[in-house]
């Protein structure tokens, strides 16, 4: 009996020990396959529910960015991937760990999230912008490195009514549902 019970102990003992090296020392995952990855789906003006998809390897991104107002309870993460193809540049707003819903990006209002989507479709390049639309919180994790700003790993999913970025009367509109999923390295 003692035998079975100094085998269990050892075994359990592995187990736990196996489980502490899925992060580096750091804190940073140490898993060579995670990506940082994106995908939406289009429907709208001659585009009938199109996805376009992205995996960037772990080391080609640092990860999101975070700016924080810890006395207001106020975070900001934000990725900017535009210049891939398909690309995605988002600003996902946190007020007292709730996130904003999707909305315009306007310089004098930082309280609502925001997203561009860019994407080629049948030798045409669009430029999307949310106006509106719903964001869902899976993952956010902030990794300061000053007083008001950080790195960030997070991953959202989103759905709202998006138009021709920079062209706000535009009356093309567009859905979108898509996720992004970013880490901190």
Known sequence: MKNVLTLLLISLSFLSCSSDDDSA?????SDPTLTHRYTYTVS???????TFTKEIPFDEYGGGMAYFEPENNYEMVSAF????DPGINVHFVYIN?????LARKE?????TSSLFVAFEYENENY???SMSGTC???LLEI???SGSSGKSSFKVSFSGTFGIRGFPNDPRQFQITGEIEVYNN
């Open 107 to 111: 310089i004098t209002n930082q309280d």
């Open 44 to 50: 709208g003006n001659g585009i009938d529910n199109v």
């Open 143 to 145: 990794f300061p490195f």
């Open 136 to 138: 869902q919180s899976q």
């Open 81 to 84: 991937l535009e210049n891939r």
């Open 127 to 129: 430029v999307l912008e």
């Open 25 to 29: 020392p750091n804190g940073e995952p």
């Open 97 to 101: 760990d709730e996130i904003q819903p």
